[in-house]
Every structure is written in structure tokens, then in C-alpha cells.
């Protein structure tokens, strides 16, 4: 265990230096270009970031996998049992190319393919989210909890986000829009997974889905809202599995039932697993 406090201590210093880069450029000049579509952007900072990450995590880390976004644009990430490095150098390039401060850095440690330590860090608040499993999760080095007195989700801000490929974008619609949006006290997409998932865990929000993340977009956010009383599935209720596509709904743990059994997505009771 005091490994992996140290681990994260180590990549809490990585991740704030890359969240220095990223503050100094927003509303400034730089090259954009796009993945795999035109939604899907990428800029000079996100290599930027990835670069000082990989370099500073594979001099920390040898022999550890390291899986940076930039890296992999389809799912071709052949994920095995080795320790891995899940990173995502600027989580919400989209708000960050539009000149808008709600983005992030985050990086998270697996084994066996379930995260075990997770990092995440808010740049402009300058906010870091830290969990390390069966430890609990932090914000600025004090314990976090997920909202505990709202249990309904006519009482719930929930959050969710949009796939940039036409590819995604089917599974996503399937949900039952209409309900939630009808239902829910609120509804956002602030456009950072990992910053929506670290919401949960120190109770701004209290509920979110989305359809088709990468592993790097959700793995530090899965243990924060866990370490902090939460609770992360599939769109069915089962537990997450880190793999190339991530279809995810988080919560206070309260809401968790009513939020999946609105979306739309269960099958029969009889099946659930």
C-alpha cells in the first residue's frame, strides 16, 4: 500500500506540470487539427502534455505500460494483464480549443485491466483528485464523499457527454433522453469525462452516463467515485470493465437504480447479472 500512495504522490507532481502547460496556452495560439473525424480534436498541447507525461511516468515507471491517448485513435489498444498507465494529457480539448476552462489532465494506474490508484487535475482551479483503492478519494489532500441527501433523481444534476464519431453516436441516442431530461432537477454536459466523474465523488453532481469513452477518459474517475461511496456500471447495471470502448453510468449510489432503469437501456430484471 505504501506503494501505491507513493505512486500517486509521484503522479499527483506529473500531472500538475502538465496542467501548467495547459493553463498558459489556453486563449492563446496553437495548432489544431482532428483524430478521427473533425469532432474529434486534437491540438499541440494535448502532445504537449502527453509528451512531459510519458517521459516523467516511463522514467518513474520502467517497465510499465504506458497508454496515452495520442497514441491510439482506434481501438487497437490490446489490452493485457501487465500494470499500465492509462493517460489522458487534456481531457476536453473541444472546451479547451473554444477557449472554455473546464478541462483536465488525468492518469490512472491498472492491473489485470481495474484501476488501482487514479490521478486528476483541474489546471484552472487548480483542484487535484487523488484515490488509491481500498484508500478512499481526496480533493487537495482532504477526503471527498459523493452527495448522500439526494436520493431521488427529481432532486439530481446529472451530466452526460456525446461521442464525436457517427460510429458511437447510435448507442448513445438509445438512451431515453426525454425521461431524464424530464425528470431530472437538471441536466449538463460540461465536457470533460474525468472532470464530470471527479464531480460525483466530491458531490457536485450526482449522476452521469455517456457511451463509448476510452479507458483513459474514465479509469481515474471510476476509483474516485468508487474510494468515495459512489457506484460505476455498464449501461446494464454490471460492473465496468476497462477495454477499448467504455459505456458508463456513475452516481451518489442513491440514484444509481432509478438513473439506470430511466436511460432505458436494462433488459428484463430476470437477466441483469
Known sequence: MKDRIRAVEKASGIVVSAGKIIREKLGGQFLTGYKSCPADLVTEVDRQSQSLIVERLGRAFPGHRLVAEEDFIQDDLDLD???????DPLDGTTNFVFGIPVCSVTVSLAEGGKPILGVTYDPFREEIFTAVEGEGSF??????????????????????????????????????????????????????????LAYIACGRITGYWEAALRPWDVAAGILLVEGAGGKVTDFYGNRLVLGNRVSIVASNSLIHEELLSDLGFLPDPGSRK
Open 81 to 87: 494483464d501487465r500494470p499500465a498507465w492509462f493517460i
Open 139 to 196: 480533493l487537495n489532500g482532504k477526503r471527498i464523499r459523493v452527495d448522500g441527501t439526494r436520493g431521488k433523481l427529481a432532486d439530481s444534476l446529472i451530466t452526460t457527454g456525446f461521442p464525436s464519431s457517427e460510429k458511437f453516436k447510435g448507442e448513445m441516442l438509445r438512451a431515453n433522453f426525454a425521461r431524464i431530461f424530464y425528470k431530472a432537477a437538471d441536466v449538463r454536459a460540461l465536457g470533460s469525462a474525468a472532470l464530470e
